[in-house]
């Protein structure tokens, strides 16, 4: 029984390591999949008389980012 108690929580501690180890370089490999594919050249489309073509809305985005300006009378 004192052997077991000695050796339990090394191997314990050992098996939880290996296991980290491994999710850890299985994230990695994923991680390392979804950028290169995501780092891939877009695919081109070619225009045909059937598509629309939509104009974008010019905005100015510095008045869009200004708060209205609101008066108050004098503090009292």
Known sequence: ???????SFPVAV??????????TVTSL???HGAMSA?????????ATA???VVGAKRV???REAQ???VHRGPRA
Not at 14 to 23: F, S
Not at 38 to 46: D, E, F, H, L
Request: proline letters at 5%; glycine letters at 2%; zero cysteines.
């Open 50 to 52: 059937e598509m629309t």
């Open 60 to 62: 100015s985005l510095a």
């Open 29 to 31: 490999g994923q991680a």
């Open 14 to 23: 050992l098996t939880l390591w290996v296991v980290a180890a491994a999710y």
């Open 67 to 69: 708060k209205p300006v």
């Open 1 to 7: 029984m004192e052997r077991i108690r000695e050796w």
């Open 38 to 46: 995501a780092q891939k050249p877009a695919v081109r489309i070619q």
